[in-house]
């Protein structure tokens, strides 16, 4: 007589995060079904029965990995603040993030940039990147917000493949450069001096 199944509503959850682990600790190179299998503790079956496919289980992993810096994000008080500054408040942020677990930053990021050579994985960066443009929109207006995205990913990124150290004046001075509105250049021609018709020439 078969046994009954155990019911088990985390499963799917502890399928995820093994994931993220064996990712963290392999790559994706070392992600199969059967490496989440048995770093999650549960049978085979049961990761195919939650994900059909490894890019099913990518994309819930990058979804489950976007949330730590746009929560951290949405949880700041800059942006709730109108007084605050902005620039100094997201470069304090990415420090925090950056300094904190690494493991947990470069684990994001790989996920992130898996989305070069999975398009299956685009749409979930896309979510991340709109998610983080449309909380700094609440301070600024979107095209900035959009600038702000790319700049932050960038410093983010240099530090983590060049192995260097956070610079936060450095980002803070960077962002605020972002943030300050410029005076378009003036183009139009200078003003004569000479009236018009009152030539000096004989």
């Known amino acids: 007589m078969a046994r009954p199944r155990r019911y088990d509503p985390e499963r799917r ?99 992130y940039l898996a989305a070069l050579r999975r398009p299956v994985l685009r749409p979930v960066a896309a979510e991340w990147t709109h998610a983080v443009t449309e909380a700094l929109s609440r301070r600024t207006d979107p095209v900035t917000a959009r600038a702000l995205v790319a700049l932050m990913d960038g410093i983010c990124l240099q530090v983590l493949l060049t192995d260097g150290a956070y610079d936060e004046g450095y980002a803070r001075e960077m962002l605020a450069r972002v943030l300050t509105p410029t005076e378009p250049p003036n183009h139009a021609p200078a003003a004569s001096s000479v009236p018009p018709g009152d030539s000096t020439d004989t």
């Not at 093994?18 to 049961?46: F, K």
């Open 13 to 111: 959850q502890r399928i995820v995060d093994a994931a993220l682990r064996v990712v963290g600790a392999r790559g994706i190179a070392g992600l199969s079904h059967r490496t989440v299998a048995a770093e999650a503790d549960v049978p085979l079956g049961s990761t195919t029965y939650h994900f059909a496919s490894l890019d099913e289980l990518l994309v819930a992993a990058l979804r489950q990995a976007n949330e730590g810096f746009g929560r951290a994000l949405r949880e700041s008080g800059a942006l709730a603040d109108p007084e605050a500054d902005l620039a100094a408040a997201l470069a304090r942020l990415m420090g925090e993030w950056i300094g904190g677990e690494r493991t947990a930053v470069e684990l994001e990021y790989e996920l």
